[in-house]
């Protein structure tokens, strides 16, 4: 299967969904648009996967577990979010919590309620990807949703839209949580000089720190996965007390490299490891 195409219709879409996020402070209003871009994502994902062969189960699992899940799950997070936040437009701040409360009570409820798929998904099972993940295997004996036959029998499984379901979810309770109570890290300010009266500042290229952000954003190794660059990006700036300046221009900048797309993670890889080869020596 080929996986350019995805790639590259996935990083636009982030793209377009950061810098609405970047440049609109209206969450109901940025929400619409996200909605709309997301729709319009998914038609063209549909549409270049309809006419691609699929040439093996393997890559028909890959496409239905991994990635357009990717794509839906944004959906179902903006379109979510636009029904609470719209809601929520003249109420009181207390009435606010106590909505954010009870649309985290769903949120969790839900999870558990699929905890037995949860729990295959979550943990890299295989097993039963050939009823989950290709279309015309679903099973009536295993946990299907109500809506499992409802949708285009040509562009769905059973369980694919589940899996954005769970993405969505897992995104939508952080940020609930974070509305009912302020992430520690935004109540504190980062940047406070340390007891030695000195800054931590970050005293390599902005590039170099750009791509870290970009390679921790994409290991899913901050909240599982769930901070969006934006998030990882203001938490290195305020550690490092930089200015990381239009960084979404910089990683397309960083992607059109010829050579040496990653030179600052390999120039990391390389500098650890003659100090663990000079450490060695000593021993």
Known sequence: MIT????????????GLNTLERENNNVVERSELA???????????????????????????????????????????????????ASLVVESPKIKKNIYALELKKVKSFLNQNKVFYKYYKTNCTHLD?????RGNQDIKLQLQSNTFEFDSKFSTSNDFLVAKIKASEKLQIYLENKITPAKLGQNNMSTPSSNNEYIKWTGSKVALIELIYALHTAKVINKGETGIKGIANLVSDVFNVDLGDYYRTYAEIRMRKTGRTKFLDKLKAQLIIKMEASDEEY
Do not use: W
């Not at 577990?65 to 944004?74: D, N, R, T, Y």
């Open 35 to 85: 909605i709309k871009m997301c729709l319009k994502s998914i038609d063209e994902l549909k549409l270049y996967f309809g006419r691609q062969k699929i040439y093996s189960q393997e890559e028909e699992v890959d496409f239905f577990k991994e990635i357009k899940p990717l794509f839906v799950a944004k959906l179902v997070y903006y379109i979510k979010l636009y029904n609470i936040e």
């Open 4 to 15: 350019s195409f995805y790639n590259e219709a996935l990083t636009n879409l982030e793209y």
């Open 130 to 134: 050939h009823k989950y993940f290709v």
